[in-house]
């Protein structure tokens, strides 16, 4: 079992930055691939980025590439989501995801959640 922990959401000003944390507990974190997520009221859950179990690659969504970062800090068994540039269409609820070998942009590949984090981008 993993136990998902996300904070550092919040509400936020069109163009500012937020820094999502999601900390890890349970079986050994550096064997799991972890995505971002994301779920906006009355849509699917979509993918965001996600990072490799060394951190050695990374996968973003066409619409973030270029304004967010996912990193990894194994020792810490914490993985990040730098928010830049941050524009209203991303607003929603993020959530980050564990699995040992998943299809890194399909959420139903992903085993282990967290419970959320709300992001809210004002205009």
């Known amino acids: 079992q993993v136990q998902l922990v996300e904070s550092g959401g919040g509400l936020v000003q069109a163009g500012g930055s937020l820094r999502l944390s999601c900390v890890a507990s349970?079986?050994?974190?550096?064997?799991?691939?972890m995505g971002w997520f994301r779920q906006a009221p009355g849509k699917e859950r979509e993918f965001v980025a996600s990072?490799?179990?060394?951190?050695?690659?990374?996968q973003y969504e066409d619409s973030v590439k270029g304004r967010f970062t996912v990193s990894r800090d194994n020792g810490k068994n914490v993985v990040y989501l730098q928010m830049n540039s941050l524009e209203p269409e991303d607003t929603a609820v993020y959530y980050c995801a564990a699995a040992q070998h998943p299809r890194y942009s399909d959420y139903r590949t992903y085993n282990y959640w967290g419970q959320g984090t709300q992001v809210t981008v004002s205009s």
């Open positions: 990072i490799t179990w060394r951190g050695g690659s990374t």
């Open positions: 349970g079986r050994a974190f550096r064997n799991y691939y």
